[in-house]
């Protein structure tokens, strides 16, 4: 079903890069999940009170808290969708993450008010009868859950949405808290045990769970996570694909909302090129990046001098940083030379786990113990992407 809607209301529905397209894939399926949870809370709410079990009304409800949850990611698309002005110059993306955000408290929070009527179930049980209806009404909403399950985690990943993938795992949570209430009442009918309480409290804690697990996801980029290994690769394979551009470090990917990237990166050139040849090299390698990324770049040019001298000097730091520990790198090299003595200028990339004013302590001091006469400067930098 949806795949036939999106090909009647999306125009250019392949191009998922488009924010456009995303927003209109992001109302659709909200829209399709507010009017199949509205119809499954209808139908288990009267299924519940012809049954009188807690656990089918608590369904029920959890299937309105859906279908306001649909609400809340239509109203994130949307939001997202808007373009720039002056007040958020970056754009409107990141409300994509507040929407799957919301919708994973949602979730947590069904999950409490389950347990807690669950327990009291428990404390104070109610006889429970069985209704061949409300089955029938329990078995397809289980397969009902399941189909949105599948299309919210397939548009997800199509268009790398962190709410859809939220919506997919209320999905889920909802098929799984549906089969435990069928499951109760079949145990009620046949074995005369009434489980209706404790089946509550199982699923009451599955959709916690997978609430918590949803937060986790949507709280990350909000926070600011490392971009993708392979978004990082094919930065690097575009930059470093130039004759000229001896190396680059310093790479920094700025995440505003799916489609709405910015990057900035330090390129190595050579110090002896022309400046303004150099400069032009830039220009095209930026242009190309947002060309195939889809993401503003900005890249700084760091001039490198390649001589026997400095060489020497470069690979004396190198090594030294490598001696305090393997993953430790050095760019921006320069040497400064003087009558009495040599300053070794240049940045090392340290890992989150190290300290680094102990790193530029150990390193200076070995440089020092190999050469009396040269002195590091050591600034510290961080690794902000990954295989980088």
Known sequence: MIALLSRIFIKNAKDTENPEVRRKYGMLCGGVGIFLNAVLCVCKLAAGIITGSIAVVADA?????????????????????????????????????????????????????????????????????????AVLIMAASVMIKSYMFFYNRRIGKKIDSAAMRAAASDSLSDCIATLAVLL??????????????????????????????????????????????????????????????????????????????????????????????????????????????????????????????????????????????????????????GNTHTNLIFDAVVPFDMDPASVKKQIASLIHSRDESLYAVVETDCVYSPEH
């Open 61 to 133: 409800f959890n299937n309105l808290s859906d279908a306001g949850s649909s609400v809340i990611t239509i109203a994130g698309f949307r939001m997202a969708g808007q373009k720039p002005d002056s007040e958020h110059p970056f754009g409107h993306g990141r409300a994509e993450y507040i929407a799957g955000l919301v919708v994973s408290f949602i979730i947590m929070t069904v999950g409490l008010e389950l347990l807690k009527s669950s327990v009291e179930k428990i404390i104070t049980p109610q006889a429970v009868s069985f209704s061949l209806a």
């Open 184 to 337: 109760s009442m079949l145990i009620n009918r046949f074995c005369g045990f009434n489980a209706d309480g404790w089946c509550g409290i199982a699923v009451a804690a599955f959709i916690f769970v997978s609430g918590c697990k949803s937060v986790k996801e949507t709280v990350s980029p909000l926070l600011g996570q490392p971009p993708a290994p392979e978004f990082v690769r094919k930065i690097k394979d575009i930059v470093l694909s130039y004759p000229d551009i001896e190396g680059m470090h310093d790479l920094i990917v700025h995440d505003y909302g799916p489609g709405r990237c910015m990057i900035s990166v330090h390129a190595e050139v050579p110090a002896d090129k022309s400046m303004l040849d150099m400069h032009d090299l830039i220009d095209r390698i930026e242009h190309r990046l947002a060309k195939e990324t889809g993401a503003v770049a900005v890249i700084h040019m760091d001039p490198v001098v390649r001589d026997e001298s400095t060489n020497r000097l470069r690979d004396i730091a190198a090594q030294a940083a490598k001696e305090v520990d393997e993953r430790i790198t050095i760019h921006d090299f320069r040497a400064v030379k």
